[in-house]
């Protein structure tokens, strides 16, 4: 990991862990869930957005603002509104992606939940992702929350990461094996 990522990173762990304890005391980690949902998907929607958070020419009062504007128009909760306040105050808005990611890490492990990351050739239809998570239950122990991707690239089968475990069952790494293994032979 390069020096600034995990720099990065360290300071959003710190917000995502005073963020986690303040809600948690409040009784507050399922709207604290749903903010972050929010917040992350208008982060991947809007390249506005994106930009304010992380370039340098944009002032603190002027990202203060801007957040504030942005949390109230939302309505995301005192807590969130706080800590973005805050964070653009101190110019580390640019960890907001990396804070998102720590508090859903913070979440899951209060609600005993792994996140299994699942990359399919077609979308996953509800059926199909309730009886994976229920299969990874069976064999974790522990209740699965699916996040699907889809890449077509991969023909068919799926991809699924669970913490360190990793199964691929995709057509194109079969047919990959095959064409090394037929690369051994001949």
Do not use: C, H, W
Request: zero cysteines; glycine letters at 4%.
């Amino acid at each position: 990991m390069s020096e600034p990522a995990s720099i990065s990173t360290g300071i959003a762990k710190r917000y995502a862990t005073a963020v986690f304890e303040l809600a948690k005391e409040e009784k507050g980690l399922k709207t604290l869930e749903s903010d972050i949902d929010a917040l992350d998907a208008a982060i991947e929607g809007s390249a506005d957005l994106r930009a304010l958070i992380t370039s340098p020419l944009y002032s603190r009062e002027d990202q203060a603002n801007a957040m504030t504007a942005l949390a109230k128009k939302m309505k995301l909760s005192v807590i969130v509104t706080n800590t973005l306040a805050l964070m653009a105050s101190n110019r580390r808005l640019f960890t907001l992606p990396q804070l998102i990611s720590a508090l859903r890490d913070r979440i899951a492990e209060e609600k005993g939940e792994v996140t299994a990351e699942v990359v399919s050739a077609k979308a996953l239809t509800k059926t199909q992702a309730d009886k994976l998570a229920k299969t990874l239950k069976a064999q974790i122990g522990k209740t699965i929350k699916i996040n699907a991707t889809v890449d077509e690239s991969l023909i068919g089968g799926l991809i699924v990461k669970v913490g360190s475990k990793m199964i691929d069952t995709s057509i194109a790494s079969k047919l990959s094996a095959l064409q090394n293994t037929m690369k051994e032979v001949g």
